[in-house]
């Protein structure tokens, strides 16, 4: 069996128990807002507009960007909590997911229960009132019942959209199956990825097959159906528990972003963690804002960052100064402004950079950014989508008066073939990246230091910043990672070796 | 001490917006135990009128008094807790079996089971229906059975007072008329006071103890049937002939003349 099959299914109690838990909480959630929102509705015409108007605008929101606004939005309702009723609470993961899932969820349940209501014969309803009913009698004896099998299909529609529509909580820190698929997008583990969808529609076929049997066991009114319906349900419900029960909460959580290089610097230090008798949870494919919030707020407890983000992202520093200077103002600003621990660095750096071929750079005479200036004129230069945006591109440019005869935006993975093969002559590269070396690429030389350091630094939460035997554990992974090594980890995760494949042979080579 | 009205209209209103009014002045009363038909054509106020008496309407101007005491102090629910219902559409739930549909009003009256049920039993065999029905769906009874199971739910409380809202009409002819007979014995059976509309004159005439005629939401006549059949009003005359066309052509067939 293929080593990545045994590693994905090893992580599936993990990761499909935090799956169903997130799903079915936002579903009971969405349940109990929109079923009697839609009742209330019925017969107040305003409301009844309103409610589908505002479902349906949420429902054109795509859903990673729900999940993603609904982050911030709880950071700052954590933060006014923590100011005026002096409480605050973790505005990462399952909260801001179960409320973005619960509002996803909304609109095919209004819609239904509504479309449902409204078919029924008026001549019913009129029968209802004839025999003696009030309005609410009406309501539960005859119209909900009637209306079942609609509002079922409803929920149904409901509990797919939201079971698959959680596979994008992962960038917000909400452990799902998606995990699977962000890290396998991002470091070509295809079988990940396929693990991920699959388990995904599983699942959500299952608990659509379970309504519908609940649902027609109701209509014909047989109860060994509704309870096996009931039963398969619960039977999810306690397989998604018994991970998150017996798994160690209150052990410590470390982050990653959703890149090859992250998911390998995490499992190396969850190694560490465990090889010292702690027990660590990993979060997964974090977006870069998400993390450092996280970090801050106390909700992650370590995680591996660059100095030039926090030096351009949070410090909004475009000024051109030595490497040490920028660690030791990083980290002092960190420590000041957050109570965060820089532990060091891990030795490399992982920068933006300018890239050729070593044959051409040879042939040329060009070593540095200055020597590319002179002959730029006559030659093109291809970046990722975000490259020619960023304040990094722009100080190298005025910093060395660039012009180049063409400029591209190309996918990362055709830049690296396409200088390879003479199309383009320079490129925007990540310093550790593995392709630098598999493609026999130069990076070139910032002698004016345009572009701030990205060395790779360990960072700690505020919460654990005392905590010795946390922070003594990760401290040997200081200073020990060459760049060579790291590119040499990151180009076998890129070509299918796991994350914890490429951390086992980078622990081997850095020595315990 | 005079026995009250079962039910008295004085001067009762019904508009609906601008129109023309529903109805207009409208004044009867219907005696205990009466079987009062009211005649009239689609459009003249006989369906509004008879949801007024329970208060599925409420008058624009007028009074109305069930049993002597003014409708609109009542509360509507319990009043119609108290009045069968027979719907022209039917209208049994069709999620409920025959025998929960028949017992439904005792049901909300908070009867316990073995009551409720044994009560559906002996409505089952008043409307003639095999008691093998009561766990039966509606949509498995025939258009005839459905009606008398309607029957059933309104004579289920055990009400005084029975309005029926062209409640044969839907049925073929033999089922119509036997379902009728029926209906006639039972309301002189428990001494029921029956308010029933109908647009079919046959069948005012072959059921009615009085009958009250409704044209353009104004009554323009009131009388017994055979008071209907001399009667001087254009409409009413003009009602009147087919039954007596048919009577006479019936009367000439049973003393063997051909045409």
């Known amino acids: ?220 009114r047989n109860r060994n159906r509704v309870a096996a319906g009931g039963i398969g349900l619960a039977l999810i419900v306690v397989l998604a528990l018994i991970p998150n029960l017996s798994g160690g909460k209150g052990g410590y959580v470390i982050g990653a972003k959703p890149f090859a290089e992250q998911y390998i610097l995490v499992a190396l230090m969850d190694d560490r963690l465990r090889a010292k008798g702690l027990v660590a949870t990993r979060r997964d494919g974090l977006g870069s804002a998400v993390i450092f919030e996280a970090l801050a707020a106390g909700d992650i407890d370590a995680y591996v960052e660059y100095t030039g983000t926090i030096w351009t992202n949070q410090m909004r520093r475009t000024d051109a100064v030595p490497r040490e200077q920028v660690l030791s103002e990083v980290a002092a600003w960190l420590k000041d402004r957050h109570g965060i621990v820089t532990v060091g660095g891990l030795g490399f750096e992982n920068a933006y950079a300018l890239a050729m071929t070593k044959k051409r750079a040879t042939e040329a005479g060009i070593n540095s950014i200055g020597d590319l200036a002179r002959r730029a004129p006559a030659l093109s230069i291809a970046g990722d989508y975000e490259f020619f945006g960023r304040p990094e591109w722009k100080s190298i440019r005025d910093a060395y008066g660039l012009s180049f005869r063409q400029q591209r935006q190309m996918q990362a993975e055709f830049m690296y073939p396409a200088v390879a093969a003479g199309e383009i002559d320079v490129i925007s590269a990540y310093t550790s990246d593995g392709r630098v070396a598999q493609f026999g690429l130069q990076v070139l030389d910032d002698p004016k230091h345009a572009i701030p350091p990205y060395d790779a630094i360990l960072l700690v939460s505020p919460k654990r910043a005392s905590d010795r035997a946390f922070v003594d554990a990760l401290r040997p992974l200081i200073g020990k990672i060459s760049v060579d090594v790291m590119r040499e980890a990151n180009r076998r995760a890129g070509e299918g070796a796991s994350p914890e494949v490429a951390a086992r042979w980078l622990a081997e080579k850095i020595g315990r | ?222 009388g017994t049937p055979s008071g209907m059949m001399t009667h001087q009003h254009a409409y009413v005359r003009e009602l009147m002939q087919t039954p007596r066309r048919v009577a006479e052509r019936v009367g000439a067939l049973l003393d063997g003349k051909e045409r």
């Open chain 2, 1 to 222: 001490m005079p026995e009250h009205a079962a039910i008295a209209f004085e001067d009762v209103s019904k508009r609906f917006g601008d129109a023309a009014p529903a109805l207009a002045g409208v004044s009867f009363t219907v005696k205990p135990r009466e079987f009062l038909v009211i005649v009239g054509a689609s459009g003249s106020g006989k369906t509004t009128l008879l949801q007024l008496i329970n208060r599925l309407s409420e008058p624009t101007a007028g009074r109305l008094r069930i049993g002597g005491v003014e409708a609109q102090t009542l509360d509507p629910t319990v009043l119609r807790r108290r009045i069968g219902y027979v719907f022209q559409e039917v209208g049994l739930f069709p999620h409920m079996t025959v025998a929960e549909n028949i017992a439904i009003t005792p049901r909300l009256l908070g009867w316990d089971q073995q009551r409720w049920a044994a009560r559906a039993d002996e409505l089952l065999g008043l409307v003639r229906l095999d008691p093998g029905y009561r766990t039966r769906f509606p949509h498995q009874l025939s258009g005839g059975e459905r009606q008398r199971v309607g029957v059933a739910r309104a004579l289920a409380a055990g009400p005084d007072v029975v309005l029926m809202d062209e409640p044969f009409a839907a049925l073929d002819p033999l089922t119509r008329d036997g379902l009728a007979q029926d209906y006639r014995r039972l309301h002189d059976k428990l001494h029921l006071t029956t308010v029933m509309i109908t647009h079919d004159v046959l069948e005012a005439l072959g059921l009615a103890d009085r009958i009250v005629v409704l044209q353009a939401g104004r009554i323009i006549a009131d």
């Open chain 1, 1 to 220: 069996m293929d080593a990545r099959i045994g590693d994905a299914l090893a992580r599936l109690p993990d990761y499909f128990g935090n799956h169903v838990l997130v799903s079915v909480t936002a579903l009971l959630l969405g349940l109990a807002i929109s079923l009697p929102l839609a009742i209330a509705s019925l017969r107040r015409p305003a409301l009844r507009a309103g409610v589908l108007a505002a479902t349906s605008i949420v429902q054109t929101i795509p859903g990673l960007a729900l999940l993603a606004l609904f982050y911030p939005l709880l950071l700052g309702a954590a933060a006014l909590t923590e100011r005026t009723l002096g409480f605050g609470f973790s505005a990462l993961g399952f909260l801001p997911a179960v409320l973005a899932l619960a509002l996803y969820s909304m609109l095919p349940v209004v819609r239904n229960t509504i479309t449902g209501i409204d078919g029924i014969d008026p001549a019913i309803k009129r029968a209802a009132l004839g025999v003696g009913m009030t309005e609410r009698q009406a309501l539960t004896m005859v119209e909900l019942p009637l209306a079942l099998p609609v509002i079922m299909a409803g929920v149904r529609t409901a509990s797919v959209w939201v079971i698959g529509t959680a596979t994008l909580s992962t960038p917000i820190g909400q452990t799902s199956l998606g995990n699977y698929i962000f890290a396998g997008l991002q470091t070509q583990n295809w079988i990940f990825v396929l693990f991920g969808c699959v388990a995904a529609a599983v699942l959500a076929l299952a608990v659509d097959q379970l309504l519908a049997l609940i649902e027609r066991g109701y209509s014909a």
